[in-house]
């Protein structure tokens, strides 16, 4: 069992930065990739990352290339996002995921496949 808990959301000016964590409690963490996903109202969920269990590995999809990171500190059992150069288009409720993998250098990150996901934390871009 795991249980996820995302923060770090809030209002932002476009051009700002944040950083949303992901705080995991429960045994194997490592071998859980952790995926960004996020939803805005009227859309479908989308993904935005995955990070591998050790967190050598990582995916984005294209369209987040560039302006979105993740990371993971495994002895703190969190997983981040940071967001630079926010636009109005990335207001959202943001969602962690963790998926299960038979060793943690895999980078999959299925909705279909997470077991757990978090409540998630609301970004919102905007003047």
């Known amino acids: 069992q795991m249980h996820l808990v995302e923060s770090g959301g809030g209002l932002v000016q476009p051009g700002g930065s944040l950083r949303l964590s992901c705080v995991a409690s429960g045994f194997g963490f490592d071998n859980y990739a952790i995926g960004w996903f996020r939803q805005a109202p009227g859309r479908e969920r989308e993904r935005v990352s995955c990070?591998?269990?050790?967190?050598?590995?990582?995916t984005y999809e294209d369209s987040m290339k560039g302006r979105f990171t993740t990371s993971r500190d495994n002895a703190r059992k969190t997983v981040y996002l940071q967001i630079d150069s926010l636009e109005p288009e990335d207001t959202a409720h943001y969602f962690c995921?963790?998926?299960?993998?038979?060793?943690?250098?895999?980078?999959?990150?299925?909705?279909?496949?997470?077991?757990?996901w978090g409540k998630g934390t609301q970004v919102t871009v905007s003047t």
């Open positions: 990070i591998s269990g050790s967190g050598a590995g990582t």
């Open positions: 995921a963790a998926q299960w993998t038979p060793n943690s250098a895999v980078v999959s990150c299925e909705p279909y496949a997470s077991l757990y």
